[in-house]
Protein backbone atom coordinates (compact mmCIF):
# COMPACT_ATOMS: atom_id res chain seq x y z
CA UNK A 1 0.00 0.00 0.00
CA UNK A 2 1.44 3.33 -0.66
CA UNK A 3 1.38 6.17 1.19
CA UNK A 4 1.49 9.47 0.34
CA UNK A 5 3.39 11.71 3.07
CA UNK A 6 3.62 14.79 1.26
CA UNK A 7 2.03 17.79 2.21
CA UNK A 8 -1.69 17.86 1.56
CA UNK A 9 -2.53 21.53 -0.24
CA UNK A 10 -4.58 23.77 2.04
CA UNK A 11 -7.73 24.89 0.49
CA UNK A 12 -8.79 28.86 0.53
CA UNK A 13 -11.52 28.90 3.48
CA UNK A 14 -15.57 29.13 1.65
CA UNK A 15 -16.36 32.88 1.40
CA UNK A 16 -19.45 33.80 2.88
CA UNK A 17 -21.27 36.82 2.00
CA UNK A 18 -21.71 39.65 4.21
CA UNK A 19 -23.56 43.19 4.17
CA UNK A 20 -22.34 46.15 3.37
CA UNK A 21 -21.08 47.79 5.78
CA UNK A 22 -21.14 51.26 6.03
CA UNK A 23 -18.01 54.10 6.80
CA UNK A 24 -19.46 53.98 10.72
CA UNK A 25 -18.65 50.15 10.69
CA UNK A 26 -22.42 49.51 10.41
CA UNK A 27 -24.66 47.78 8.03
CA UNK A 28 -27.53 49.70 6.37
CA UNK A 29 -30.33 49.31 3.23
CA UNK A 30 -29.10 50.82 0.44
CA UNK A 31 -31.18 53.78 -1.14
CA UNK A 32 -32.50 51.48 -3.99
CA UNK A 33 -33.94 48.45 -1.20
CA UNK A 34 -35.62 51.91 0.63
CA UNK A 35 -37.14 52.27 -2.51
CA UNK A 36 -38.37 49.24 -3.76
CA UNK A 37 -39.57 48.63 -0.32
CA UNK A 38 -41.73 51.84 -0.07
CA UNK A 39 -43.06 51.44 -3.53
CA UNK A 40 -44.18 47.50 -2.59
CA UNK A 41 -45.86 49.30 0.73
CA UNK A 42 -47.38 51.66 -1.56
CA UNK A 43 -49.12 49.11 -3.46
CA UNK A 44 -50.14 47.10 -0.57
CA UNK A 45 -51.75 50.23 0.67
CA UNK A 46 -53.19 51.29 -2.98
CA UNK A 47 -54.93 47.63 -3.14
CA UNK A 48 -56.57 48.04 0.18
CA UNK A 49 -58.29 51.21 -0.57
CA UNK A 50 -59.59 50.69 -4.13
CA UNK A 51 -60.94 47.37 -2.61
CA UNK A 52 -62.65 49.28 0.51
CA UNK A 53 -63.84 52.07 -1.62
CA UNK A 54 -65.42 49.36 -3.99
CA UNK A 55 -67.24 48.02 -1.10
CA UNK A 56 -68.61 50.83 0.20
CA UNK A 57 -69.89 51.85 -3.11
CA UNK A 58 -71.65 48.24 -3.91
CA UNK A 59 -72.84 48.68 -0.13
CA UNK A 60 -74.37 52.32 -0.99
CA UNK A 61 -76.07 50.61 -4.34
CA UNK A 62 -77.17 48.04 -2.36
CA UNK A 63 -79.01 49.99 0.09
CA UNK A 64 -80.52 52.21 -2.86
CA UNK A 65 -81.74 49.16 -4.61
CA UNK A 66 -83.39 47.64 -1.13
CA UNK A 67 -84.79 50.80 -0.61
CA UNK A 68 -86.00 51.09 -4.13
CA UNK A 69 -87.67 47.73 -4.03
CA UNK A 70 -89.72 48.41 -0.69
CA UNK A 71 -90.94 51.55 -2.29
CA UNK A 72 -92.76 48.89 -5.23
CA UNK A 73 -93.47 46.80 -2.60
CA UNK A 74 -95.77 49.93 -1.09
CA UNK A 75 -97.05 50.66 -4.41
CA UNK A 76 -98.08 46.51 -5.19
CA UNK A 77 -100.10 46.69 -1.49
CA UNK A 78 -101.51 49.72 -2.20
CA UNK A 79 -103.36 48.19 -5.53
CA UNK A 80 -103.38 44.82 -3.05
CA UNK A 81 -105.50 46.87 -1.08
CA UNK A 82 -108.34 47.81 -3.67
CA UNK A 83 -111.55 46.91 -3.67
CA UNK A 84 -111.90 44.58 -6.79
CA UNK A 85 -115.59 42.96 -6.78
CA UNK A 86 -117.17 43.56 -10.08
CA UNK A 87 -120.23 41.03 -9.39
CA UNK A 88 -120.90 42.30 -6.33
CA UNK A 89 -123.26 44.23 -5.69
CA UNK A 90 -122.95 47.30 -6.37
CA UNK A 91 -120.32 46.03 -8.76
CA UNK A 92 -117.03 47.44 -7.43
CA UNK A 93 -113.53 47.75 -9.54
CA UNK A 94 -111.07 50.38 -8.07
CA UNK A 95 -108.05 48.20 -8.91
CA UNK A 96 -107.85 50.48 -12.72
CA UNK A 97 -104.57 52.14 -13.33
CA UNK A 98 -106.00 55.58 -13.07
CA UNK A 99 -106.47 55.42 -9.15
CA UNK A 100 -102.82 54.55 -8.72
CA UNK A 101 -100.65 57.56 -10.71
CA UNK A 102 -96.94 58.02 -10.85
CA UNK A 103 -95.59 58.46 -7.22
CA UNK A 104 -91.99 60.15 -6.72
CA UNK A 105 -90.58 60.03 -3.39
CA UNK A 106 -87.39 59.89 -1.59
CA UNK A 107 -85.51 56.60 -1.65
CA UNK A 108 -85.16 55.97 2.30
CA UNK A 109 -81.82 54.50 2.36
CA UNK A 110 -81.61 55.04 6.33
CA UNK A 111 -78.29 56.93 6.74
CA UNK A 112 -77.80 60.56 7.20
CA UNK A 113 -76.08 61.47 4.02
CA UNK A 114 -77.14 64.46 2.18
CA UNK A 115 -77.64 63.21 -1.14
CA UNK A 116 -81.56 62.02 -1.80
CA UNK A 117 -82.37 59.85 -4.63
CA UNK A 118 -85.63 59.85 -5.78
CA UNK A 119 -87.60 56.71 -7.23
CA UNK A 120 -90.52 57.22 -9.38
CA UNK A 121 -93.22 54.49 -8.83
CA UNK A 122 -95.30 53.18 -12.02
CA UNK A 123 -98.89 51.23 -11.61
CA UNK A 124 -99.47 49.19 -14.48
CA UNK A 125 -103.14 47.20 -14.77
CA UNK A 126 -103.75 44.81 -17.19
CA UNK A 127 -106.83 42.55 -17.93
CA UNK A 128 -105.36 39.24 -18.37
CA UNK A 129 -108.83 37.12 -18.86
CA UNK A 130 -112.53 38.18 -19.18
CA UNK A 131 -113.78 35.26 -17.80
CA UNK A 132 -112.29 33.94 -15.28
CA UNK A 133 -112.20 38.03 -14.65
CA UNK A 134 -108.03 38.10 -13.66
CA UNK A 135 -106.08 41.32 -13.83
CA UNK A 136 -101.71 41.86 -14.15
CA UNK A 137 -100.46 44.29 -11.65
CA UNK A 138 -97.27 45.48 -12.55
CA UNK A 139 -95.02 48.35 -10.23
CA UNK A 140 -91.83 49.58 -11.55
CA UNK A 141 -89.53 51.45 -9.67
CA UNK A 142 -87.23 53.89 -11.83
CA UNK A 143 -83.97 55.34 -9.63
CA UNK A 144 -80.95 56.76 -10.90
CA UNK A 145 -77.36 55.64 -9.19
CA UNK A 146 -74.80 58.36 -9.79
CA UNK A 147 -72.31 57.50 -12.65
CA UNK A 148 -74.04 54.06 -13.64
CA UNK A 149 -77.69 55.10 -14.79
CA UNK A 150 -81.15 54.29 -14.85
CA UNK A 151 -82.41 51.18 -12.85
CA UNK A 152 -86.19 49.44 -12.11
CA UNK A 153 -87.19 47.45 -9.43
CA UNK A 154 -90.21 45.99 -10.94
CA UNK A 155 -92.77 43.50 -8.73
CA UNK A 156 -95.66 41.89 -10.53
CA UNK A 157 -98.90 39.89 -9.34
CA UNK A 158 -102.04 38.37 -10.69
CA UNK A 159 -105.36 39.13 -8.97
CA UNK A 160 -108.79 37.68 -9.32
CA UNK A 161 -111.92 39.34 -7.55
CA UNK A 162 -112.49 39.00 -4.12
CA UNK A 163 -108.65 38.66 -3.14
Known amino acids: MHTNNSKRQSQPPEKTWEPPVSSSGRSAFTLAEVVVSIFLISLGLAGILTLYTQSAIRSDWSAQSLSAQMMALSGMEQCRAAKFDPRGSP ?59 LFTNSVFTYRAPNQ
Open 91 to 149: PVDELVASNFPVRVDVLDVGTTASILTYGTNTTTIRTISADPLIKMVRVDCIWRYPQRG
